[in-house]
């Protein structure tokens, strides 16, 4: 038997390298050898953007796109829309008598990300609510409605599988052995920096690579890329080390990586020269991914009967996970 891996992703904007070296990349390794469910998780993305939800619409479609151009294959993964299971709110609903308030507040990346908000927005205590402190309470109904055992993340979402961990443990605890307790499967890929060399590369940053990005785009985007500061001739020698150009470079495998260090180190490199076959390596490394984006672009039917067979078999698994849930809860009116 195969085991079950779950994962998601807010569909907040389009698959940048970050993503795609951080989590698609992983998940391309592990979709054949497992029972796959991806989510498109946008009733989490709403928990951010509830006065946006055309944005979060628009993004459903844009991320189901690129998700199939990094070639998972829709064989393999069920992938499907959050919100067309509600029973992942249902549990989310029994999941929240069993979590202190000040044990959410206390979650790490939950503390993180007000900290981030109240710097936003000032210290006023109302602008964080009620389905935002909550969904990690949420994220672990996404996970055991679908029984899954492992679960690929970034470092920044392990408390939220050790939370999820917590509940399931109570609830087990409560209402007698009913779920599997989830483990992180970490990505193998640290965080991946942005163009401008910040520590992580993001939208907001405008600092990111898309995997939508045309020749132009990425041209342009190189072009500006962080160099070593200190080189200011053609031929002054640098540390690779600190240049972003370098570090794509590495990121994209280019095969000729150590004459790169080694002419960079010896001053024989100039950037734009470099920057050019940087960009180079980029579109070689996007040709197979905008291909099989351009056909889904073309093909809007297939996209769709994709989500629909994820949503049949991910709703399968949903009603079996919440008959066992309602029994173990004594939520069972079939008979009086
Ligand atoms: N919170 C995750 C993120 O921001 C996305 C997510 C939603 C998720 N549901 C999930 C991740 C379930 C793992 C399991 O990236």
């Given at each position: 038997m195969k085991k079950t891996i779950l994962t998601g992703i807010r569909p907040t904007g389009n698959l940048h390298l970050g993503h795609y070296f951080g989590a698609c990349q992983n998940w391309l390794k592990l979709q054949n050898d497992y029972n796959f469910f991806l989510e498109i998780a946008d009733v989490q993305a709403l928990t951010d953007n509830f006065d946006n939800p055309e944005k979060v619409r628009k993004n459903v479609k844009e991320l189901t796109i690129d998700i199939l151009s990094t070639g998972i294959n829709p064989k393999n993964v069920h992938l499907f829309i959050q919100s067309k299971i509600p029973e992942i709110a249902e549990l989310t609903v029994f999941y929240s008598n069993l979590v202190t308030m000040a044990r959410l507040y206390r979650n790490p990346t939950v503390k993180t990300e007000i900290a981030q908000k109240k710097a936003i927005f000032g210290n006023e205590g109302e602008?964080?609510?009620?389905?935002?402190?909550?969904?990690?309470?949420?994220?672990?109904?996404?996970i055991t409605t679908f029984q899954g055992e492992l679960i690929p993340v970034g470092e920044d979402q392990l408390p939220l599988i050790e939370q999820c961990r917590?509940?399931?443990?109570?609830?087990?605890?409560?209402?007698?052995?009913?779920?599997?307790?989830?483990?992180?499967?970490?990505?193998?890929?640290?965080?991946i920096k942005g163009l401008d060399g910040n520590e992580k590369m993001g939208k907001s940053l405008g600092n990111a690579i898309y995997l939508a990005d045309s020749e132009e785009t990425i041209t342009k985007k190189v072009m500006n890329a962080k160099t070593d500061t200190k080189k200011i001739k053609k031929d002054d020698p640098a540390n690779p080390d600190v240049c972003m150009v370098y570090y794509y470079h590495k990121l994209v495998k280019n095969e000729n990586i150590e004459t790169v260090?080694?002419?960079?180190?010896?001053?024989?490199?100039?950037?734009?020269?470099c920057k050019k076959e940087l960009i180079q390596k980029l579109n070689e490394f996007l040709v197979p991914i905008r291909e099989k984006?351009?056909?889904?672009?073309?093909?809007?039917?297939?996209?769709?009967?994709?989500l629909d067979e994820g949503t049949i078999a991910a709703k399968e698994k949903a009603q079996e996970t919440m008959k066992t849930v309602r029994n173990s809860m004594n939520i069972n009116y079939e008979e009086l």
């Open positions: 602008s964080v609510t009620y389905g935002f402190v909550g969904y990690p309470v949420s994220q672990a109904a996404d917590e509940i399931v443990r109570k609830f087990n605890r409560i209402y007698g052995e009913t779920l599997k307790e989830p483990e992180a499967l970490l990505s193998p890929t640290p965080r260090c080694k002419e960079c180190k010896g001053g024989n490199r100039g950037c734009v020269q984006r351009a056909y889904y672009l073309e093909h809007p039917e297939e996209v769709k009967r994709i």
